[in-house]
């Protein structure tokens, strides 16, 4: 109902609060044959592609040259690119949904761009959220618990005809 009393030509986003907006995390690797000012290039031109659909930048992360745990494989005109290093990246941001297609044919299309992946997320940091280490055990209660001892060996006495008996059976 709220819709219909909208003025002619007034779009639903334009009034909605942008904190109701959905919240996206990106990670891109940019190939590793450019150099450092050019993988910051790279994801300068990934932020202003999400800039275009007014979005609102949260966190981001520059890119930093990286191993990859496995060789990636691209092919191109003819041949096959292959990658054992790539510059990762990230930026988290809120935009509205409708904004999301153009922006993944974006980064599909971009050849600087080796692989990416954009998820659905949430505002908080939950990398940074303090974590409580908890233990719990009915059977320890009020404990301390101690590394067990061991008791030291008791050295037992024994003659040298005894062990003639034990070597002559041995070696029979």
């Given at each position: 109902m709220a819709e219909m009393s909208q003025a002619p030509g007034a779009s639903s986003q334009a009034n909605s609060p942008k904190e109701t907006r959905p919240i996206y995390?990106?990670?891109?690797?940019?190939?590793?044959?450019?150099d450092e000012a050019?993988?910051?290039?790279?994801?300068?031109a990934i932020r202003a592609q999400i800039e275009k659909g007014d979005?609102?930048?949260?966190?981001?992360?520059?890119?930093?040259r990286?191993?990859?745990?496995?060789?990636?494989?691209?092919?191109?005109?003819?041949h096959h690119e292959k990658f054992d290093e790539a510059y990762f990246g990230f930026i988290k941001f809120a935009t509205e949904r409708d904004?999301?297609?153009?922006?993944?044919?974006?980064?599909?299309?971009?050849?600087?761009i080796l692989r990416f992946l954009l998820?659905?997320?949430?505002?908080?940091?939950?990398?940074?959220?303090?974590?409580?280490?908890?233990?719990?055990s009915d059977r320890l209660e009020g404990e301390t618990i101690k590394k067990p001892q061991a008791e030291p060996e008791k050295k037992a006495e024994i003659s040298q005809e005894d062990l003639d008996k034990s070597l002559d059976a041995l070696v029979s």
């Amino acid at each position: 109902m709220a819709e219909m009393s909208q003025a002619p030509g007034a779009s639903s986003q334009a009034n909605s609060p942008k904190e109701t907006r959905p919240i996206y995390e990106i990670g891109f690797h940019v190939v590793a044959s450019a150099d450092e000012a050019n993988a910051a290039k790279v994801a300068e031109a990934i932020r202003a592609q999400i800039e275009k659909g007014d979005a609102e930048i949260i966190a981001e992360g520059a890119p930093a040259r990286m191993r990859l745990a496995y060789t990636v494989e691209r092919a191109t005109s003819g041949h096959h690119e292959k990658f054992d290093e790539a510059y990762f990246g990230f930026i988290k941001f809120a935009t509205e949904r409708d904004n999301i297609p153009a922006l993944e044919a974006w980064l599909r299309s971009n050849r600087e761009i080796l692989r990416f992946l954009l998820v659905e997320t949430v505002r908080e940091d939950v990398m940074n959220a303090p974590r409580r280490v908890t233990f719990a055990s009915d059977r320890l209660e009020g404990e301390t618990i101690k590394k067990p001892q061991a008791e030291p060996e008791k050295k037992a006495e024994i003659s040298q005809e005894d062990l003639d008996k034990s070597l002559d059976a041995l070696v029979s």
